[in-house]
């Protein structure tokens, strides 16, 4: 009884070393999520600066409006501050304002591209290996 019960415990070894043997395509596939789950957080970053600065540029668009139309404000261009007429600055503003939602926009795309090939490779490698890898982060 021992032998065949150790037999059976080596055939379930073998069986399962074989059926979750990685592959090169495997492999790959690993290396491409970790590749594109990187790839993620950094675009994650990204987004959240650029909704930080939209809404920074919101915040000072409010303050614009309680502006007097003869004063010049202080716009900063680069390094420096440049003192315009605030019917210049309103329009830089919302030209800066157009030109983030569009970063926006493209990086959300991005990330729902990024975010659906990964989908993708879970569900193939879970299929593959099951409990024995672990994908979540």
Request: glycine share 4%; aromatic share 6%; hydrophobic share 35%.
């Given at each position: ?99 983030i939602d569009q970063d926006v926009s493209k990086l959300e795309e991005s990330m729902g591209e990024l975010r659906e090939e990964l989908q ?18």
């Open positions: 009884m021992m032998n065949a019960r150790m037999l059976s415990k080596e055939d379930e070894g073998m069986g399962g070393s074989e059926e979750n043997e990685v592959r090169r395509e495997d492999q790959e596939k690993i290396n491409r999520f970790s590749r594109l789950h990187q790839r993620e957080a950094v675009l994650e970053d990204q987004l959240k600066a650029k909704q930080k600065d939209k809404e920074d540029l919101e915040e000072v668009s409010m303050e614009l409006e309680l502006a007097d139309e003869d004063e010049l404000v202080p716009y900063k261009i680069g390094d420096s501050f440049f003192q315009l007429p605030l019917a210049e600055a309103q329009s830089m503003l919302s030209t800066s304002t157009e030109q993708q490779l879970k569900v193939s490698l879970y299929a593959r290996f099951g409990r024995s890898i672990n994908l979540e982060t």
